[in-house]
C-alpha cells in the first residue's frame, strides 16, 4: 500500500530525471515520475518506490526488520530533500534577472541527497571526468562484486556494492587511468577498515578535512559529497563543466563560448547566491542537459 510523503510546497519533480539518469540497472529502477531501488538497513534488506502523481508524492516500501521501517523513511526523505523548504532559495535566485525565468519555470527545485555516503563518494569518484553514461556503465559493472537481495522486487536483484566488496574485487573490474582505479579502490579499503568514515553528522569543513589529503579526490569531489550526503545548500563548483556550459547556455552564449567561461568569474557571479548556492548548480546542470550535445556532468 502506498503512503503520502509530506512536503512544503511546491516541489519540482526535476530530482527524478537526475537519479534516472544515474540509476544503476539491477539496483534501481527509474522515470521522470518515479524512483525506487534496493536498499541495505540496519536490520536487513528492503526496497522503495517513490512516485510522483503531478500533486503528491507517494512511497511503497518493503523491510525484512519491520523496526527499519523509520530509517527508510528517513533515507527518501533525506534523497528527496523533503525537508526542505524552497521559498527562501527560490526567492534569493529569482533576485538574480539570470536566474529568475527559471525559478518562475522550476519552482521547488530539489537537491538530490542519498542512501549510503559511502556509495556516493565512490559514485563521485567513478564519474569524475566522464560523462554520466560512462559512469553508469562502470557501476554496473562492478555489481558483480554486489550482494544478492533477499528482497528482489522486479529488476531490483542486487545491492550497491559495499566498500569492502569493492576494495576485494574493484581492481580487477573497474577501466581506466590506473591512478584513479587505486584511488578508487584505496578509498573503499579505507572505508571498509573504518579509518575514513563520513555522514551526516559532518560539516563540509570537516569533509574537506577528511578527504582532500587523499590522492584523486579533489574541491570538486568534496563540494558533490556536501552536496548529497550533507544536503549542504550553499555548495558551488565552479570548475564543473556542466556549470559553466549551463551558466554560459543561461545568459545566451553559444556552447563553444560557455566553454571558454573561467572559474573565476562563475564564482563571482556566484557571489550573490550565498546561501542558496547549491541550488543555483542545480539550475545550471539543469540548463546545460538541456542543450545538446552530451557534456560531463556530475554522478
Known sequence: MAVALDFIEPFEPGIFEFLAARAVAGVEEASGSSY??????????????????????????????????????????????????????????????????????????????????????????????????????ALTQLLALATPSRLPHESMTQLFPTAAEIAAGGRSILRGPQRRIESIVAVAALMAEGTLTIGAEDSPESLAQKLLPIPGIGP??????????????????????????????????????????????????????????SYATLHLWRVSGEKPPAILSPL
Open 220 to 277: 570538486w569531489t568534496v563540494g558533490y559529497v556536501a552536496m548529497r550526503v550533507l544536503g549542504s545548500g550553499d555548495v558551488f563548483l565552479p570548475g564543473d563543466s556542466a556549470v559553466r556550459n549551463g551558466y554560459g547556455l543561461l545568459r545566451g552564449d553559444t556552447l563553444a563560448e560557455a566553454r571558454r567561461i573561467k572559474a573565476p568569474e562563475l564564482s563571482h557571479m556566484a557571489e550573490s547566491l550565498k546561501p542558496w548556492r
Open 36 to 137: 525506487a531501488r534496493s536498499v541495505a538497513l540496519a536490520g536487513g534488506h528492503g526496497w522503495f518506490h517513490v512516485s510522483w502523481d503531478g500533486a503528491g508524492l507517494w512511497l511503497e516500501h518493503q523491510v525484512e526488520d519491520p523496526a527499519d521501517a523509520e530509517e527508510l523513511v528517513s533515507m527518501v526523505r533525506h534523497l528527496f530533500n523533503l525537508d526542505h523548504d524552497p521559498g527562501a532559495a527560490d526567492q534569493l535566485l529569482a533576485s538574480n534577472p539570470l536566474f529568475a525565468p527559471r525559478v518562475a519555470a522550476l519552482p521547488g527545485i530539489r537537491l538530490p541527497g542519498c542512501v549510503n555516503p559511502a556509495e556516493i563518494l565512490i559514485r563521485a569518484m567513478v564519474g569524475q571526468q566522464i560523462t554520466v553514461a560512462a559512469a553508469r556503465t
